[in-house]
């Protein structure tokens, strides 16, 4: 172990700029593949064997989105609400496609959009973030089911289309109403 200390990095000097290499402590530690060995293909078997819980973990995952949404529900859309149903949604959205639900991070994804590009969250209609919510639980429930993935892709694009309009009309882009001076002085 006191060697590992005393290794200096090798210094090239040329008579314009010096290269610095550092030791290679990681090479004493890392196994190396045998011809006979497929890493990939290991870490591809590990996946399958965790495949099955996969489904547990969105459920768990879809519980903490319907707390939070229940939170925004019950305090509105506050900071901390707000920022709570979409650090659930984002989860999701980053962990749906590792395990088998891309449409799942869509609807996820399309959510917080909602959230982070609509210039006031607190107009975001209840029933929209609903709408979000609802529609990943189904794709997470009813993913097994015959044609359930032709169902969760129109569902997705529904949504979609619905958050564009809202995101017309109240985004960050959106045209901020002036309010016009009265036309007669009172």
């Known amino acids: 172990m006191a060697s590992s200390k005393t290794q200096k990095p090798a210094v090239a000097r040329f008579a314009d700029h010096e290269v610095i290499t550092p030791p290679h402590k990681l ?31 969105m459920n768990d995952e879809c519980e903490q989105l319907d707390r939070a949404r229940e939170r925004v529900r ?13 650090r659930v949604a984002h989860d999701i959205k980053g962990q749906a496609v590792t395990l088998g639900f891309p449409l799942v991070a869509e609807v996820a994804g399309g959510l917080c959009r909602l959230i982070e590009e609509t210039r006031d969250p607190r107009r975001i209609p209840l ?18 089911r015959p044609h359930a993935h032709a ?24 045209p901020v109403p002036i309010a016009s001076p009265p036309l007669a002085p009172k």
């Open 27 to 57: 090479g004493r530690v890392v196994a190396r593949a045998t011809a006979d060995d497929d890493p990939v293909a290991r870490a591809e078997a590990a996946l399958a064997q965790l495949s099955s819980q996969f489904t547990d973990w």
């Open 74 to 86: 019950e305090a509105g859309m506050g900071v901390q609400p707000r920022e709570a149903l979409f």
């Open 127 to 144: 029933r929209l973030i609903d709408q979000h919510v609802d529609a990943v639980r189904a794709i997470i429930r009813e993913h097994a």
């Open 151 to 174: 169902v969760a892709d129109k569902l997705m694009l529904s949504l979609r289309a619905v958050s564009e309009e809202f995101l017309r009309h109240e985004g960050k882009d959106a």
